[in-house]
């Protein structure tokens, strides 16, 4: 009781008191002090301060219960603090060293978690979301009756958009570029890569264009089989999506290839 009251004493000092307070408990050598004044930072939210003296107890508490706060609530304060790459560090460390905890779980996920929020945005490299995917894939793989599985299917789905909408966004660059060859390779793959795409509508009514325009470029011999490829995107778009809001132009495309054709008899 008396210690407690000591470390209560010591913890309203510092809180009231300025940096000399602070840097005495820091230079101090009683851990388990030190211990109960970084929970107090903790629970009070002061982070910085928490992980100052949190780093000064990780080798006095190593495999004990308190190592085990710390090392979970330090991953907490970078977490807190949305410095995701380092949180995740942390929280990946502690499940190795206490993979037991009943915390393991949930630092699991949320080291998965901060890999999600570090994942930029479709137009920039997407290293990241890579990493992201595959270290959510391993925590469903770890923890499969979790009862987070359902957002972390989530997660990956909404990464999975993100590079797929890269992988489109890449598509419409080659056609912007009048790299037409590449353009329908990329279409194509992006099909194929993505059979549930939600811009299948939007892909078809590019591929038809972009085959219009690739015959349109096209040497006299090649003419011919790019107007009916893209003829024969024209009619796979109408037969899927009749109540398009593209069909009028689709209809218009078709019709300008099909008198293309005519002309090349």
């Known amino acids: 009781m008396k210690n407690r009251l000591l470390i209560l004493a010591?913890?309203?000092?510092?809180?009231?008191?300025?940096?000399?307070?602070f840097n005495r408990i820091v230079k101090g050598t009683d851990s388990v002090v030190k211990y109960e004044i970084a929970m107090d930072y903790?629970?009070?939210?002061?982070?910085?301060?928490?992980?100052?003296?949190?780093?000064?107890?990780?080798?006095?508490?190593r495999n004990t219960p308190r190592g085990e706060d710390i090392t979970y609530r330090t991953a907490e304060c970078y977490y807190f603090m949305k410095d995701y790459d380092i949180a995740s560090y942390y929280y990946t460390k502690?499940?190795?060293?206490?993979?037991?905890s009943r915390d393991a779980e949930?630092?699991?996920?949320?080291?998965?978690?901060?890999?999600?929020?570090?994942?930029p945005e479709s137009s920039l490299d997407q290293t990241k979301t890579h990493e992201a995917i595959k270290q959510i894939n391993a925590f469903i793989e770890r923890y499969p009756s979790s009862d987070s599985i359902p957002s972390a299917m989530k997660l990956v789905d909404n990464l999975n958009e993100k590079l797929e909408q890269k992988d489109y966004d890449i598509c419409k660059l080659f056609y912007r570029m009048e790299s037409y060859n590449s353009a329908i390779t990329a279409f194509e793959n992006l099909l194929k890569n993505y059979p549930n795409t939600k811009h299948r509508e939007e892909i078809l009514f590019d591929m038809a264009t972009t085959y219009y325009d690739y015959a349109e470029n096209s040497v006299t011999d090649k003419q011919r089989e790019r107007y009916e490829a893209c003829i024969e995107q024209c009619n796979t778009l109408s037969y899927l999506y009749p109540d398009s809001d593209?069909?009028?132009?689709?209809?218009?495309?078709?019709?300008?290839?099909?008198?293309?054709?005519?002309?090349?008899?």
């Open 106 to 119: 949930k630092a699991a996920y949320l080291s998965a978690y901060c890999c999600y929020m570090l994942s």
């Open 94 to 100: 502690f499940v190795q060293t206490y993979p037991f």
């Open 246 to 265: 593209k069909l009028r132009e689709v209809q218009a495309i078709s019709e300008k290839a099909r008198k293309k054709l005519e002309n090349l008899q």
């Open 42 to 61: 903790f629970d009070r939210k002061d982070y910085n301060k928490a992980l100052q003296l949190f780093d000064l107890l990780q080798m006095s508490f």
């Open 10 to 21: 010591l913890t309203a000092l510092i809180a009231f008191g300025g940096c000399n307070d």
